[in-house]
């Protein structure tokens, strides 16, 4: 069943604390608070599509050069028991074993 938020309306028509609620599609919306009987109206959330885009920007993200802008430094597993550095600073190797 989906999630949906509500704000509280208050009693001089400014706008209150913010909740969720599940409950079904064809269900009408609540009109008040269902703890407090205070009126609310629902607020509209754009939707999370899981996936879509997510391994795109994951990889602008952590790329060597967006990394490095922000200060980072990627090592990547040269061998068993070290990293080479790819981006940033810091040493070219790390030695696990050390």
Avoid: C
């Avoid at 200060?71 to 990293?83: A, D, E, L, Q, W």
């Amino acid at each position: 069943m989906p999630l949906y938020s509500y704000q509280v309306i208050n009693a001089d028509g400014s706008e209150g604390e913010t909740f969720e609620v599940v409950h079904g599609m064809n269900d009408p919306p609540l009109t008040v608070h269902p703890e407090t009987g205070q009126p609310v109206k629902r607020v509209f959330t754009p939707p999370h599509i899981a996936g879509w885009g997510n391994s795109r920007q994951a990889k602008d993200l952590t790329s060597d050069s967006n990394l490095e802008k922000h200060g980072f430094t990627k090592y990547v597993r040269g061998g068993k028991g070290y990293y080479e550095k790819h981006t940033g600073k810091g040493p070219n190797t790390i030695n696990v074993n050390d």
